[in-house]
């Protein structure tokens, strides 16, 4: 399915944006001048302006497959994949609990394997398969993992969830569920501060067993 | 007083992590469908970012904000230059006595009293964009000289406000005992670090008017302190906070980036989203404070305790008097009959200390229930046997009776759940396969308090049941305890009621903290059900049935719903009774003899704290506190580096929490006897003695696994490591 709106926020919402920016167009005339003559650039440049001159050019497109559905996207080289994917796709199911690479709130899966979106920028991504929590249930039917986690409580305030889930799954995918030993290490990259590790554990445990295909 | 009769009390089986009913908004949960505070797509939203000051102490003399105004999307860039003055921070000071204490003024003058301490707030179109200009804003500062060191400025503490000092019977009295033990402890500073990043979307609706999604334990105080700062009426504040990523205790109160943020969205004419940095996290929204403590425990020959003195002294900042009250344990958790403390802090040049999980009490247990294995050994006594020794049956401290307290049930449940006839009284006598094994238990308490709450239970014409009171929930499954009580009271089923919550609009609710939830607001509910069924009865005459059928008798009546609201408080119980929960924990350590490296073989944590409602979400609770307690004992330690006042280890790879592989299975037991005295429910509080004594009883197996006794946390292997073995 091909989604040909830049967002997938509600139109009005695209609309503010819009505006804005072209008010502030509209107020800083030098900006247009910019695209005419290099001279302007010049000073603009020497005002310490430049970062004015790359907003023209700094945005690309990016093409996203998440959980089935094709987003054609202008997005900032800087973006990551987690920012994205909540401030611009509205997908707040992924986590952010640090940003660096230390916690796994924002684990996703990228054509199969899980990932740090925090770490991996959207133009990374582009042309690639994602997989989110909100894209892991087949419809009011919950995968297994997710049912594993509700029946054994595998979380308190729930915010690490998602990522546990994503990871849980992955965790089983790669082969690295074979005992508890083995799935506390492949799950050490996802901190739960309200200490849910047991039952996390008992959960994947569960449908490691159940043979199910996840 | 009645009570609710279940036949889970009698279950005398434990809970696995399978048993009862899940969450009741687990499937939200997991699905990744319930919104916490910034992630509602509010029309028109704009990003802030805060930078924190470079300096400890001192002045900000300029802070250039060109280039950051200039920077693509930047709508705006607020110092205390050009921030609009917020009304509550505007109290006359009378030059003639000094300042009053209290929390940052965000923007509202020049000092710096912190590292990090928000100087600007950049706001633009998208997070990258704001994020960038942030780093383009350049403050300059006139420094002065700070403190951020405790150990070395200990005389300078100073006792605080109340009830500081304590004294039972004879000063100093362990002192005259034949055998005694004198000990100094350290307790770091620890970070809540919730997952979830403290966050809100600040949204001026008129010139006096607010909405805020904020993360928040308590949804009426935030309304209420908004409010206040703003000076707008109260009605006018809306706050929402239905999911809440954790928080215990870094969410009770309203920080300087919420001001900051409802600042921009004024300057902006724009919904504002802040979301904290996790470096914020360490600095900005407190921390268990860094603790001094002095521990003076003497008892007779047979082991009966003759007199306790303990002494603290606590970190706070230098704007803030923030005490906890680490040595109020020593005054009941034993019968002793002499015992004095003092409780003092220090002001040092950091961001205010706060709440966290167990407070005081935590930060006591580890210096207390260190002090009395400590003795067990010197006694040559069984620990349990020694604490059995000193019971106390009656308050030690107010000599009133227990409203309920079964602490020597829950001492015989752990040990048998432990396997505590196999410990060896020689510490450092096991070893298995080249590691040191050893057993160490320890206990804890916090007073069982039972605030105000209103509840309003309403009942649709389709008989699902709408229950709305105005608590958050951060964790421990409140929706899911409160839709038990209603569906055990009402008799009908769970999947009938809906419980809403984490939002002002409804009736009045105390903050999720202390531990109080379930006896406050679980009381409400059974109350209001009360209420409500008897108005059903009232509607059918007399004699109606357990079951009723309420849908029917609504549409009976021609009746749409029918609603009641009740208020609930605690009454003249609280006189009668000294009113707590226990705790005891029960781990076997092994330590590596070369390596100092201490795994956790077994846990087992009982809970003393009343009838359990929810056995899946109460063992959960049991078994997160534990986890923290274990950070708490081998991990978890803030550090400053005192030469820049800074901390060197603020992100979640330097300050370690626990992570699965730290983390065996863990024992969940529950005495599970309703404290009938308490409240109608006979459930007291469990989040707090799920932590409190959990660090003490880790570093007491260490001792027994290694016979080396760490009183200075985290217990990390460097500690234990011999190494003049090594030269
Ligand atoms: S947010 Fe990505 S690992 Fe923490
Ligand atoms: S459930 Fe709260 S952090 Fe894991």
């Not at chain 1, 997710?146 to 915010?159: I, N, T």
Request: include cysteine; glycine fraction near 10%; charge should be neutral.
């Amino acid at each position: 399915m091909e989604n040909k709106n830049a967002h997938s926020k509600p139109e009005s919402e695209l609309e503010e944006k819009d505006n804005s920016r072209r008010n502030f167009l509209k107020q800083s005339a030098f900006i247009t001048a910019v695209a005419l003559t290099p001279a302007p650039a010049v000073k603009a440049a020497a005002m310490h302006l430049d970062e004015k001159i790359a907003e023209a050019f700094e945005k690309v497109p990016v093409k996203l497959e998440v959980n089935g559905v094709m987003h054609n996207l202008s997005v900032e080289p800087r973006a990551t994949l987690l920012d994205i994917l909540r401030e611009q796709i509205d997908l707040t199911g992924t986590k952010k609990g640090c940003d660096h690479g230390q916690c796994g709130a924002c684990t996703v899966h990228v054509d199969g394997h899980r990932v740090n979106s925090c770490l991996t920028l959207g133009v990374m991504a582009s042309g690639k398969k994602i997989t989110t929590i909100e894209g892991l249930a087949k419809g009011e039917e919950l995968h297994p993992m997710q049912e594993a986690f509700l029946k054994h409580d595998g979380f308190q305030c729930g915010y690490c969830t998602p990522g546990q889930i994503m990871s849980a799954v992955a965790c089983i995918r790669e082969g690295h569920a074979n005992s508890e030993t083995e799935i506390r290490e492949y799950m050490s990259g996802n901190i739960c501060r309200c200490g849910a590790y047991p039952n996390i554990v008992n959960a994947i445990q569960e449908v490691k067993s159940g043979g199910q295909i996840v | 007083m009645s009570t609710i009769n279940k036949s889970m009390t009698d279950n005398k089986k434990q809970p696995s992590s399978s048993d009862g009913p899940s969450r009741v908004d687990g499937r939200l949960k997991v699905t990744g469908a319930a919104k916490y505070s910034a992630e509602f797509a509010v029309k028109g939203l704009v990003y802030g970012v805060l930078v924190g000051s470079t300096i400890t102490k001192g002045k900000i003399k300029s802070i250039d904000i060109k280039k950051a105004e200039h920077a693509p999307g930047v709508l705006a860039v607020i110092t205390h230059f050009n921030s609009p003055k917020v009304p509550g921070y505007q109290v006359a000071t009378d030059p003639g006595k000094p300042a009053v204490k209290g929390p940052v003024k965000v923007f509202n003058d020049d000092q710096i009293l912190y590292n990090g301490q928000p100087v600007a707030l950049v706001i633009a179109d998208t997070f990258e964009r704001a994020l960038f200009a942030a780093s383009l804003v350049n403050a300059q500062y006139i420094a002065e000289k700070h403190i951020t060191n405790l150990k070395d400025n200990l005389g300078k503490a100073v006792a605080t406000h109340d009830d500081t000092e304590y004294k039972r019977g004879i000063v100093d009295a362990y002192k005259s005992a034949p055998i005694i033990v004198e000990q100094e402890y350290m307790l770091p500073s620890e970070v809540h670090n919730p997952m979830e990043l403290h966050a809100l979307i600040a949204r001026w609706d008129a010139a006096d008017k607010i909405t805020v999604w904020d993360k928040t334990q308590g949804v009426k105080d935030t309304q209420s302190n908004i409010a206040k700062l703003f000076h707008i009426p109260v009605e006018n504040v809306q706050v929402h906070s239905k999911f809440v990523g954790g928080a215990f205790g870094s969410a009770l109160q309203v920080w300087p980036h919420e001001v900051a943020a409802i600042i921009g969205a004024k300057v902006v004419k724009r919904p504002v989203k802040l979301v904290l940095g996790r470096a914020d996290m360490f600095t900005s929204v407190g921390y268990r404070p860094l603790t001094w403590q002095k521990i003076g425990i003497g008892a007779t020959a047979e082991g009966r305790l003759v007199g306790i003195t303990h002494h603290a002294v606590g970190q706070t900042s230098t704007y803030e008097d923030f005490a906890e009250g680490p040595t109020d344990i020593s005054r009941s958790l034993y019968a002793c009959p002499n015992v004095n403390s003092s409780n003092k802090i220090l002001g040092l040049d950091v961001g205010s200390p706060t709440w966290m999980r167990g407070p005081g009490d935590a930060t006591g247990a580890f210096a207390l229930e260190s002090a009395l294995d400590e003795l067990s050994y010197k006694l040559n006594i069984d620990p349990i046997e020694l604490r059995l020794k000193n019971y106390a049956e009656t308050d030690p401290e107010s000599g009133k009776p227990f409203s309920g307290k079964n602490l020597k049930d829950a001492y015989k449940l752990g040990a048998e759940g432990i396997g505590w006839k196999n410990r060896k009284q020689e510490a450092g006598s096991v070893t298995r396969d080249g590691w040191l094994l050893g057993y160490g238990m320890s206990g804890g308490v916090f007073g069982a308090d039972r605030e105000p709450a209103t509840v309003k239970a309403t009942m649709l014409a389709d008989g699902t049941l709408v229950l709305q009171t105005a608590v958050s929930d951060i964790g421990p499954g409140t929706g899911t305890a409160m839709v038990a009580i209603a569906s055990e009271t009402m008799g009908i089923p769970a999947h009938q009621i809906r419980f809403d919550l984490g939002d002002s609009l409804y009736p009045n609710a105390p903050q999720q903290g202390g531990s109080t939830i379930t006896s406050s607001v679980g009381s409400a509910v059974y109350m209001a059900c009360r209420d409500l069924k008897e108005k059903f009865q009232q509607l059918i005459g007399n004699g109606g049935e357990d079951k009723p059928n309420y849908a029917k008798i609504l549409k009976q009546h021609n009746l749409t719903q029918l609603q009641v609201v009740t208020d609930s408080k605690a009454g003249a119980e609280v006189d009668k009774y000294a009113m707590y929960s226990w705790s005891v924990h029960f781990v076997s350590v092994l330590v590596n003899p070369a390596t100092g490296v201490v795994k956790l073989n077994k846990v087992v944590c009982v809970a003393d704290s009343g009838r359990i409602i929810s056995p899946k979400t109460a063992r959960s609770q049991v078994i997160g506190g534990a986890v923290m307690g274990i950070g708490m004992a081998l991990m978890e330690e803030a550090i400053f580096d005192d030469r820049y006042g800074r901390l060197i280890n603020n992100n979640l790879a330097d300050y370690h929490v626990p992570v699965s592989a730290d983390i065996p299975q863990i024992e969940a037991i529950f005495v599970n006897k309703p404290d009938i005295n308490i409240n109608p429910i006979g459930a007291k509080g469990m989040g707090e003695i799920a932590l409190i004594g959990m660090a003490a009883a880790v570093a007491n197996a260490v001792y027994n696994a290694t016979g080396k006794r760490i009183r200075n946390l985290p217990i990390t292997p460097d500690k234990l490591v011999d190494w003049t073995a090594l030269t």
